[in-house]
Every structure is written in C-alpha cells, then in structure tokens.
C-alpha cells in the first residue's frame, strides 16, 4: 500500500515519463519529473533533422510548456546521480527528491559493441545534438566535394555508409538518396547526383529483420529504386577516419567514406547501472533492467522502471519491443496501478498490445505491419504520416510538421540544411 497522498518521482520525460505524469496530474497526484534535457523529443523524426527535412523545434517541446496545465506536477531539469531505496531519495547534482512511489524511465544510447572510439567516425543517432551533427557532417560532405579537385577525395566525400538496416537504419538511408537525387540534384556544379552512392550495412540475412520477409523484400527493391545499395551478412570490423572495413561472407572489403552513421546497436542508459548498484536490478545484455510483470523490481515493489529501460515479456514470453507506443502503454499503466492502489482497486499485470510497426523508405514509400495486415507504398505512407502527426505531443507542432511536409512533398525541397558546427559555438 502507498500513502494516500504520494509523492511520486519520475525520472525521464520521453513517452513513459511523459505520459505517466499525466495520467498522474489529471488526479491531482504530487509529481516531479526529472530530466537532464527541458524538453520532450520524438525520436521517431531524429532522422528528418540529420537529413534536412525538420528542425529540432518541430519535434520537440519544452516539458513545462506540455506540463503547465497540471497543478500538482513540477518539472526539473537535473542529471540523477543517484538512487536510495533505502532511504527513498533520488539525487541530481545539486538537489536531493524524496518519494514514496519512484518511475524510472530512462532511454537507450548508442551502443559500439566495445569499440566507443568508432564514436568519433561514425555518430548514432539517439538525440538532437546527434542529428544536428550527422546532418553537418552530411551538407559539409556535399559542400568540400564541390570544391576539391581531387577525383578519389570527391569519391569518398560523396560516398556515405549507414550501418544497421533496422527503420532507423532504412528511414536514414532512404532520406539520404532523395536529399541526393531530388533535393540536392540542381545545386551543385562539379558533381551530379549519379556521382552520390550510400550503403546500407546489415549483418543479418534481411533489412528490417523483425519485420515479415514480404516487408524487408519489398524495402530493398524500394531502397535499390532510390539508388541505395544494401549489402547484408556483413560484419563491420573496424571503422577509422578512412571509412569501414567489412567481412563478408566470402572477401573482406573497404568501404572508402567522410560520412558514417551509426545504426546498429543501442544500449541501456546510465540509469539502469544505478538501479543495479542500489537496489539489486538484474540486468540484460543490453543493460534493460528485468522487471515483474506489473512492471516493478522484483526486489522493491515501489520503483517501476518502464519505457526502453525496461525489459518485459508479453503473455507470449517475447520481449517487449522499444518501441513509443509500447513506452506509452507502459507509462499509463503504471500512474493507473498508483491511482488503483489508492482507491484500493486491484490491478491486472501489464499487457502491452502490439498495434504493429512501420518504417518509411522514401517519398510516398512506406510499410505497415499489424498481424497479418501488411500495407506497402503510398498508402502505407499515408498512414504513416498521420500516426507520426498525431503522436506529436503539441498541436502546433502537429500544425507545422503536417505543413512542411506537405510543402516538402510537392517541391522536393528541405528547408532545415544549415550546417552548424556545435563544437566552435
């Protein structure tokens, strides 16, 4: 049982956190939420600003603005350096929270399989700052091929390599063929974009392997289509300044590159180290923290850890997907199970329903997977659109992105192509 005021502490403002606090503001239940960033991302779109087709501010929104309207609920912006079950204290660097109910609900990072150096070649792409720097990398790679006069340097500099053929991988690789081709392609006078080859990496048999065979079939002929070459059961076996160098099944091989990104791994956030140093969590090999299946440590039935962080089974015995919708279904049911306990209401385990996935590959191109319904191409791409629209948090944000891309659809351009060195600012 809980106090019949609580005091819940949530660390985290992306889908879960974010969707917790508000099933528990409309209660008028004590909330904070801590953050190290002011805002809520939706990662989903990360790729349109690495690729030029959004701005950071068109799929971000500052948590106290989505938050003002629930009394009860306050945001901080602070790093959590430390959790005390014991004690029931969440520490930030400079400020100590106590609470009676703690949701934890960290996010993943890129992961390099134990070779973080390939970091500085080859960025992920998991936050703004990422896609504000892949994006850079990009644009500046178009820009110096223009001005060399050295044929093997603009070879390089016009070759890009994205590594993970998961939608992150797919979405990147597709925007990066039509910036080439369609936006990009009367720009620039001492290269054409014939000149621009991009590949899509992927060590497993087939693109977007947890999708059907139909789905990643159908993928690759749309990707070959835009002029992406996808190479599959292809290990990457080291990345350096002068690209990556592969094992294939049958010849080892160089792809010479300046632009590498990143999609092929993730890892659990600090968060689930904490959890595992102070109150005993288990962990996977990826770092996700096991919980029960009301979503709560096996060891403290009063920290819930939800959203990527977490690792938990549906009725089937199979994982939980990281994925938003199963972040959003896991935050509002843990702030029900609190308004359930407080009135004394039994609550059922968590069930996560899979309403399926999707991935775009391109203008007008995109697949849908939900049980057996599988949608490809144009309308695939509609329905696409309206789920990513409608999930944004703000309907301005909704309003403008709805307006970009129908402006962008019609006139192939990409108003977001500042390169920006964050480095030197």
Known sequence: MISSNPRVVIIGGGFAGLNAARELGRKHISVTLIDKK??????????????????????????????AKYSTVQTIQGNVREIDPQKKIVRTEDAAFSYDVLIVAG??????????DWGTFAPGLKTIEDAVEIR?????????????????????LLTFVVVGAGPTGVELAGALAELARLTLSQEFRHFSSNDVEIYLIEGGTRILPTFSDE???????????????????CRVDRVDSKGVHLKLST?????????????????????????????????????????????TLPTHNDIYVVGDLANSTDRDGK???????????????????????????????????????????????????????????????????????YSLVEFENRMIVFLRWAWNYVTNKRGSRLIIDARSS
Not at 39 to 61: C, D, K, M, R, V
């Open 319 to 389: 994982m939980v997907p990281g994925v938003a919708p199963a972040a959003i279904q896991q935050g509002r049911y843990v702030a029900r199970r609190i308004i359930h306990q407080l009135q004394s209401k039994p609550s059922r385990p968590f069930r996560y329903l899979d309403k399926g996935a999707m991935a775009v590959v391109g203008r007008g191109r995109a697949v849908v997977e939900s049980g057996r319904l599988r949608i490809f191409g144009f309308p695939a791409w509609l329905v696409w659109a309206f789920v990513h629209i």
């Open 136 to 156: 850079s990398r990009v644009l500046s790679a178009f820009e110096k091929a223009e001005r060399t006069e050295n044929a093997d340097k603009r070879k390089h």
């Open 107 to 116: 996010g993943m990072n890129t992961h390099f399989f134990g070779h973080a």
């Open 251 to 295: 010849e080892n091989r160089e792809l010479f590159s300046d632009t590498i990104i990143w999609a092929a791994g993730v890892r659990a956030c600090a968060l689930g180290d904490i959890l595992k140093s102070a109150a005993g969590a288990e962990q996977d090999s990826a770092g996700r923290v096991r919980v029960t299946e009301y979503l």
């Open 215 to 233: 789905i990643s079939d159908y993928t690759e002929r749309a990707l070959n289509q835009l002029g992406v070459k996808v190479l599959t059961n």
């Open 38 to 67: 002011n805002y809520h991302l939706f990662q989903p779109l990360l790729y349109q600003i690495a690729t030029g087709s959004l701005s950071a501010g068109e799929i971000a929104s500052p948590l106290r603005s989505v938050l």
